[in-house]
């Protein structure tokens, strides 16, 4: 029979000693634990913007010269850069914002281009395929479409997706709203440039149907004929016609006073183009506003000089 002391001890297990390191070996460090890391945090290269349109819009103008200084002043102090291409006459530097520079070829980086001329068919279709040609497929090309319906336009071009009119006449620059007419290519992404574009000046964009003249510069040319037809007539002098629109029916101007402002020359080349269209009598350009665009001031020092007013 086995003694107690013999037996292995009942309670515990007898632990074996610790090894001891060599002397003169440095003990090893623990292992690290992975630390995760945030990418975010992670120090990032600075970039500096390219001196280009990334960081300032390009607004791309071409047309008629006093037009396109209203709309390159306008752009201009809503800051963006305003590029004159093709424009005629050229207005005097010392006119241009600072922001607005004259350029020999189309900008190809411009977020938008605006082509506002009016009465010159083979100009305007020159400055349409030229700009089609040099932009963006994304950039929007809004042409003034008073003489010339905008679908019209939009065969002239490839990219007939981002050719939308507009109403462009002196003046129009500051009001609150513009008229806009789509085309059966407008997409909705079109739309949605161009009223940013509008926006982004302070105005309110509102969709027309694609009719020559679009609406309110068919409505205000119709007045203005009809009122040469009246001074034809020798009815009434200009400036009592223009009192009497004003205080009769509370029109913001006379139509030979508005006639002034938009210009005669604009006024007769509107009519014109919707009697092609429309082939109505109420169209037909009165001979006597056709002769005083034609003849400038002279109409209204030849009126001045005439007691009777003809």
Known sequence: MTSNKERTPARGVAKAPKRKEPAGKKK?????????????????????????????????????????LEYAVAAAAKGYAVHLWNVDPLP????????????????????????????????????VKALDSALPTTSPIISSSLTVTAVEQASWIVGKHRLVGCAALPTYASKLTVEVAPTVFSPRQTLEAVG?????????????????????????CQLINEAAFALQEDVARPEDVDTAMQLGVNYPHGPFAWADILGMRNVVAILQALHADYAEERYRVSPLLRQ?????????????QSPKGM
Do not use: C
């Open 292 to 304: 005083m665009a034609l003849g400038g001031e002279w109409w209204r020092r030849q009126l001045e």
């Open 28 to 68: 090893a460090a623990p292992a690290a634990r992975p630390v995760r890391t945030t990418p975010s945090k992670a120090p990032t290269p600075e970039v500096k913007p390219r001196a280009s349109a990334t960081a300032i819009p390009v607004l791309l103008l071409s047309g008629e010269g006093s037009l396109a």
């Open 92 to 127: 005097a530097k010392s006119a241009l914002p600072q922001q607005a520079s004259i350029v020999a070829t189309p900008t190809a980086n411009a977020a938008v281009a605006l082509e506002v001329t009016i009465s010159d068919r083979a100009a305007k279709q020159r400055n």
């Open 196 to 220: 940013a574009f509008y926006a982004s000046l302070g105005q309110r964009m509102e969709l027309v149907q694609d009719r020559v003249g679009l609406v309110s510069a068919r409505i205000i």
